[in-house]
């Protein structure tokens, strides 16, 4: 099966493109957002190709599987396919709503034609997607293997554009946390925190490669995530499988991701403080925490499981 789907969150897609179909990857000359192509700090296999509008019209698709609403004017523009009509076509919803939650409708609502695909059951709950067929494929990742050292007294974040996403991403939270136990921070955008926070100089990452990202989050003590509002972050996941244990805000998906004996959930932040401390004095039960975290990551989040219900989906919308 020829899958079209454009780049647009890798650590989503990384697993996705591991499966056993042909990914159709837009890339433009100056790979803007629309046209990323092949990811640059992910390992893809070479079934994820880069292919130009015109190449993509010559070619076409089996499936495309959209991400944003205006890929819908994009695929026509570019392949003269109508999504949902010409060729088979879901939505993969990756984000919570924007507006008020439980009152804003989705962009396909109007739209029989085209499932939407929730990453949470939470996203799938706060959503109103009216006339569009809806199901819920968990996230799944593909196994960095087990790499937690602990060894740096220190919490590891990973956060993309902290400043331009303050509340959403929870900055202002990693910031009060940050005056008072040592932190680093992985991801884009870390001059602007830096501008921000020039105490946390030295301990800023920007946008690392994945693989030895996860060499340096591994080497902290535990993880700590700070997110309000996201869906069910990623990096989260990844860190559990790293075999970290984990501290986040009871928000969104969190709760239903991170179970008790993995690390500690809550909305306290001093909460999260005071369990952090515990576990920079006590690495033997920061460590345990982390190995349960990994166990229940890769029974529920495991790369096998997240490719059979994607199969399962995509070659039910191909008939």
Not at 67 to 80: F, N, S
Not at 97 to 118: F, K
Not at 166 to 187: K, Y
Not at 288 to 296: I, K, S
Request: aromatic share 6%.
């Amino acid at each position: 099966m020829r899958i079209l789907i454009w780049h647009v969150h890798g650590s989503w897609l990384t697993p996705f493109v591991h499966g056993p179909d042909e990914y159709l990857i837009p890339v433009l000359p100056d790979r803007g957002p629309d046209g990323l192509g092949r990811a640059r700090t992910w390992t893809w296999p070479a079934a994820a190709r880069e292919l130009t509008p015109a190449q993509l019209r010559e070619e076409g698709c089996d499936v495309v599987v959209l991400q944003r609403p205006h890929e819908i004017d994009l695929l026509r523009e570019w392949t003269g396919l109508r999504a949902g009509a010409d060729v088979p076509a879901v939505y993969v919803e990756h984000n919570t709503p924007a507006g008020p939650a439980p009152a804003t409708r989705h962009p396909l609502a109007d739209r029989s034609d085209i499932p939407v695909v929730h990453v949470t059951a939470f996203n799938a709950l706060m959503w109103d997607c009216g006339a569009a067929p809806t199901t819920v494929i968990d996230h799944g990742l593909v196994d960095p293997g087990y790499r937690y050292t602990g060894t740096e007294e220190r919490l590891g974040v990973v956060v993309n554009e902290p400043v331009r996403r303050w509340r959403v991403a929870g900055t202002d939270v990693l910031l009060r946390i940050a005056d008072e136990l040592p932190v680093a921070v992985h991801g884009m955008g870390m001059a602007a925190l830096q501008e921000r926070a020039p105490h946390l100089a030295g301990h800023l990452h920007e946008d690392v490669p994945q693989d030895r990202m996860h060499d340096l989050l591994a080497r902290h003590r535990a993880y700590l995530h700070p997110y309000r509002w996201t869906s069910l972050g990623l990096s989260l996941l990844e860190a559990m499988t790293l075999g970290m244990p984990v501290l986040a805000l009871a928000t969104t998906a969190a709760p239903e991701a991170v179970p008790d004996d993995a690390g500690v959930v809550s909305s306290d932040p001093d909460v999260l403080v005071a369990t952090a401390r515990r576990w920079l004095q006590d690495p033997d039960e920061a460590r345990a925490r982390g190995q349960a975290a990994r166990a229940h990551a890769l029974d529920r989040f495991g790369l096998d499981r997240f490719l059979a219900d994607w199969q399962q989906l995509l070659k039910e919308v191909d008939r």
